[in-house]
Structure formats: structure tokens, C-alpha cells
């Protein structure tokens, strides 16, 4: 045990041990900085995403009971269309069928 404090005493005492140790401590430091950015940046992403996807089934939501409302058949090819499109065109489709009365 006495031979451990001694080397690690004298190894402290060293300016290339402790040179290495300030830049492993910098490195860890740094890693982490980058790392909390890039949870940030997801998580904002994962909530920009989530908003549009919820727009986006509110949209259609809307659609399908429009369409209910005014007897207007909502096939499945007409499902799977409003599933690909994207939010400009579900506005688009909704403000077309109040107009229009149809699909």
C-alpha cells in the first residue's frame, strides 16, 4: 500500500502526468457539453415531429367528420391519401371539401 501512495505521489509531481491529466479532464468536459447539445437538439426535434404528426391527425380528424357530416364516402384509398399528405395539403383538402361539399 505504501508503494502505491509513493508512485502515485510521484507520479502527480510529474508536469507530462499532470499535463495529461488536465487534458483527459478537458476532453471528458468537452464530451459532455457535446453530448447535452445533442440531447437538446433531439429532444427538440422529437417535439417539433410530435406537434406536426398531432396536426396532422387533427387535420384528418377533421376531414373524416366533414366528410361524415356532408355523406361524403371516404374510401380506403382515400385514407391512405390523407396519410401521405402533408400539413399545407390536408388544409388544402379540408378547405375543399367545405367548398366543394365532395371529395
Wanted: proline share 1%; glycine share 6%.
Amino acid at each position: 500500500m505504501t508503494e502505491a501512495k509513493e508512485t502515485l505521489s510521484h507520479l502527480s509531481e510529474d508536469p507530462k502526468v499532470a499535463s495529461l491529466s488536465r487534458e483527459r479532464e478537458l476532453a471528458r468536459i468537452t464530451h459532455q457539453i457535446y453530448m447535452q447539445g445533442a440531447r437538446e437538439e433531439g429532444l427538440e426535434k422529437g417535439r417539433e415531429e410530435g406537434l406536426e404528426k398531432g396536426r396532422a391527425l387533427g387535420l384528418i380528424e377533421a376531414i373524416e367528420s366533414l366528410c361524415d357530416a356532408f355523406s361524403i364516402e371516404v374510401t380506403e384509398t382515400h385514407h391512405a391519401s390523407l396519410q401521405s399528405m402533408s400539413l399545407g395539403q390536408l388544409r388544402e383538402q379540408l378547405a375543399r371539401i367545405k367548398r366543394d361539399r365532395h371529395w
